[in-house]
């Protein structure tokens, strides 16, 4: 309050006399004079608070441009960096190779992008982003750089493969969560419970190998960065939010609450879940417009996220700063528990300590330890409710976003304010309770329990809690699986990825795999017309094609095996062919390639068939196909069934599985097909040794008498026969 001295000598007694400027009671306004005299009752004339009006500006505005910033680069320049990206890499490692996911534009645009939404104050996190920066990185190592760029590398070309691939793009998610919350084991297991559809133990320790590097980059540069010039960077060292307590205790007591905490822990995350996949479809309709509705999305959501954030602090009264606090209260920066806002000296406003802070800075605020009058019940609940919604409607938008941290805040602070509802019922303080309230929300929204368990523990370095943070996780994943799916599921299949579960539908074993092949097939000879070829893939999509063997390649119609689209087109961008001529044959066409000409391209990098051009000439040779066909393809016959063609399917990681019929005859030997109708008493079977030696035996059998004579064979020779004759 503003105050003047006036000195008088008029009575000796009385030095000087402080006068406030204004009345602190409104009176009558004073209608006479627009003047106001020192001293006499003044109008209650109240200006416009220019400041808080310009800080509010300056918010917004900062707001709106990285917000519009993050939406352009993603919406024009890389649709596929929108989101977590979790979604994507996990369908990626589960075979579904969605166009531009992996691609160095997308890496790019991830990590500008990511940056510029997480700093726009909508309710984003890194995490997710930095996964998918990791598989980028990843899968470009894997196709030994990028080409189109000219950044290259000979010695990465043994990677080029699918299997190698894939392994790298784990090892990079692992890496990406072990960078984001310094967390190298979390890491390694959230890649192998969440991520990975296929898992190996030689695969567990690149992993690990991966991550641990990482953790020894990071301290590298928290140490560099000790010195403040790195901003926020470095700061809690490799433990983020340190929560260690060496006199931790709980007593039975305390467990009804922390189940509890569990219950609803889950209840929230499933209906988060639900919220979540409604408002992405909504969201879908209008992206689905075209790019400035996506931009224009993108903005209204960042104007209407400035104004809650600022004007919410409003609400919240000031409180006195405590005596034994250990920073300096009010804070003055950019981090701190104790923000000043509107309060006057000597007081600070809890709700704008959370909000006016970074992600990592507001968690670490609700996990702080012997501050349990730190907060306001209404606060804490105004905050939860914020962060709730906040994140849900924030995710959808065309910019790179994480949900991640954003759950591991509104579950925080929903655990913090039941610590506060519980009181002093329990031995454990307010800022474990947030911890506990953090592993609920993550548990009943993402349904991760070791991982997460993992990741907990190294970020707050408390391994008393282990127990608590175990039964916690458990009963919240439990409770959720009750009502919905796991929430980068429900992203999968919003976007339309056909992600394979683990498990087979129990009505999938009444099925056997005829009834749910489709037609017609297509497929090749052995020996194909050019002009056949290019007709099948220009009317097909299919990556796949079985090549088989006729009369005269064959005394019979044989399955010879499978040969892919892009081998196809790189056989007619080479111009393989060949004349009709007996002494011609595919060898000499396989003398013009080399195994680099059949590696994997990158994502939607790949040759199409619109691009070749074939003149009438070429249309009329022909392809030999058996040097460049896969001959040991994975067959099932056609009665079995669809629940075990799935799991082998899906274990194996099998993109093609062809289905034959189930005949009468079976294949002993190049030599042809022995049919078991045609055994009858008086048939004549010729054996002939591998050996070489024309040892014959020429038998009379009967049906039932088969079985027999062959295992004799077999105990006599050691072997089975090379051909049998009929």
Not at 579 to 587: A, S
Request: net charge positive; aromatic share 10%; charged share 15%.
């Amino acid at each position: 309050m503003a105050t003047i001295t006036i000195n008088s000598n008029a009575n000796g007694d009385q030095d000087s006399v402080i006068v406030p400027l204004l009345s602190v009671q409104r009176t009558t306004p004073n209608s006479t004079s627009q003047v106001a005299i020192v001293g006499s009752k003044v109008c209650p004339i109240e200006s416009l608070d220019y400041e808080y009006g310009m800080a509010f500006f300056v918010f917004a505005t900062s707001n709106f441009v990285l917000t519009l910033f993050a939406a352009i680069i993603t919406a024009f320049i890389s649709p596929a960096a929108a989101g977590s990206g979790i979604p994507e890499v996990k369908a990626y490692l589960n075979g579904v190779d969605a166009p531009g996911i992996l691609s160095l534009r997308t890496l790019v645009v991830k990590i500008i992008g990511s940056i510029s939404a997480v700093s726009s104050s909508l309710l984003v996190g890194k995490a997710g982003p930095m996964v998918h920066t990791g598989a980028c990185v990843a899968s470009l190592l894997g196709q030994g750089g990028s080409r189109k760029y000219k950044l290259t590398c000979k010695w990465l070309r043994f990677f080029k493969n699918d299997r190698d691939r894939r392994d790298l793009v784990t090892c990079g998610a692992a890496a990406g969560i072990a960078a984001a919350f310094r967390a190298p084991v979390g890491g390694v297991l959230f890649a192998l419970e969440e991520m990975a559809t296929w898992w190996r133990g030689a695969l567990l320790w690149r992993a690990f190998f991966t991550t641990a590097i990482v953790a020894i980059v990071l301290r590298a540069f928290i140490d560099i960065c000790l010195s403040g010039k790195c901003g926020l960077f470095g700061t809690g060292g490799l433990i983020m939010f340190d929560v260690y307590s060496a006199n931790i205790s709980y007593h039975v007591g305390d467990l009804p609450p922390v189940l509890a905490l569990g219950v609803i822990g889950g209840i929230l995350g499933s209906f988060y879940n639900f919220i979540l996949d409604k408002v992405l479809r909504v969201y879908n309709l209008i992206n689905e417009k075209g790019i400035a509705y996506k931009i224009f999305l993108a903005c209204l959501i960042s104007i209407f996220t400035s104004c809650l954030l600022f004007g919410l602090p409003w609400i919240a009264s000031c409180r006195p700063c405590p005596a034994d606090a250990s920073e300096a209260c009010p804070t003055i920066g950019r981090s701190g528990n104790y923000k000043k806002f509107q309060c006057p000296p000597g007081y600070y406003n809890d709700l704008a300590s959370l909000i006016f802070n970074t992600n990592d800075d507001a968690i670490r605020n609700l996990f702080s330890k012997d501050t349990n009058a730190e907060f306001q019940h209404s606060s804490m609940l105004i905050f939860f409710v914020t962060c709730f919604f906040l994140s849900i409607f924030s995710y959808g938008v065309v910019a790179p976003a994480g949900l991640f941290v954003p759950v591991i805040v509104t579950g925080a602070s929903y655990g913090r304010f039941v610590g506060m509802l519980v009181g002093p019922h329990s031995n454990l303080n307010h800022g474990l309770y947030a911890v506990l309230g953090a592993a609920s929300l993550l548990g009943g929204s993402m349904r991760m329990t070791v991982s997460l368990c993992v990741i907990i523990l190294e970020l707050t370095n408390n391994l008393l809690l282990l127990p608590l943070i175990m039964l916690v996780l458990f009963v919240s994943k439990t409770v959720a699986d009750a009502f919905n799916g796991n929430i980068y599921d429900l992203i999968m299949k919003a976007k339309g990825f056909p992600y394979l579960e683990g498990h087979a539908e129990p009505y999938m074993r009444q099925l056997t795999v005829s009834d749910v092949v489709t037609g017609p097939l297509q497929l090749f000879h052995g020996i194909e017309k050019v002009s056949n070829i290019v007709h099948v893939l220009r009317t097909t999509k299919h990556n796949g094609f079985p090549v088989l063997d006729e009369p005269p390649l064959s005394e019979s119609p044989v399955l010879f095996g499978i040969i892919l689209r892009a081998h196809l087109i790189t056989l007619l961008k080479k111009k393989a062919f060949f004349f009709p001529t007996p002494d011609r044959t595919g060898m000499d066409a396989l003398k013009q390639f080399s195994a680099s000409d059949f590696a994997k391209r990158g994502s939607g990098n790949g040759d199409k068939i619109e691009d070749i051009e074939l003149n009438e000439e070429e249309m009329d040779m022909l392809i030999d196909l058996h040097p460049f066909t896969n001959a040991s393809p994975y067959t099932v016959v056609e009665t079995m069934s669809l629940a075990k063609a799935r799991i082998l399917f899906r274990e194996v990681g099998l993109r093609h599985l062809l289905v034959i019929p189930k005949i009468s005859s079976v294949k002993i030997s190049c030599g042809g097909y022995i049919d078991k109708a045609r055994f009858h008493a008086r048939t004549h079977i010729e054996f002939a040794s591998s050996a070489g030696k024309q040892q014959v035996e020429k038998i009379k059998i009967s049906v039932s008498d088969y079985e027999k004579i062959l295992s004799g064979y077999l105990s006599k020779h050691q072997k089975l026969p090379t051909r049998i004759s009929l």
